[in-house]
């Protein structure tokens, strides 16, 4: 029996609840006699039940256990979570820069192909003549002068 003190748990559950009950109180005439006694209802706080367990100890030993083996997985599993994340993010990060490190090769290389025009290229020019307007002399034959022609 003594051994057996320390390895139980003892729990007690009281169940209180608020009801209605009814008291008798004496109603006394003006000079002071009792006359009858009148039933009167108040609300009171009153235990409906209680429940004493006993538990090993070593049952509440193994529910503290259980619980921190959850925790402990979900932490784990955050701690996983937030690696990958970051995996992820660093993985995208190291893209964006070889694309804009692609991005700036071949805008330097579009540079230098325009900038030195090939000697291969051929430019074509048309140019429009321009229209003169000549004065001609009338021949003395004729007998035409001052006369401009198109």
């Known amino acids: 029996m003594k051994y057996e003190n320390g390895l ?21 005439s003006e ?3 009792v006359v009858k006694y009148v039933p009167i209802i108040n609300e009171r706080i009153v235990v409906t039940e209680v429940e004493e367990t006993q538990l090993p100890v ?23 979570q937030k690696h990958d994340i970051m995996k992820t993010m660093s993985e995208h990060e190291l893209r964006l820069r ?10 330097a290389e579009l540079e230098r192909i325009t900038a ?23 021949d003395a ?6 006369q401009s022609t198109l």
């Open 98 to 107: 070889g694309l804009d490190l692609a991005n700036r090769t071949r805008e």
């Open 116 to 138: 030195r025009p090939v000697d291969d290229s051929v430019q074509i020019t048309i140019k429009r003549a321009k229209k003169k307007k000549k004065k001609v002399m009338a």
């Open 31 to 33: 000079n002071g006699v």
């Open 58 to 80: 070593i049952d509440r030993i193994l529910e503290i256990e259980e619980a921190l083996t959850r925790v402990t997985d979900k932490r784990l599993k955050a701690i996983r």
């Open 8 to 28: 139980t748990d003892n729990q007690r559950r009281v169940l209180q609840q608020l009801r209605k009950t009814k008291d008798v109180a004496p109603s006394t």
């Open 141 to 146: 034959s004729d007998g035409k002068r001052g």
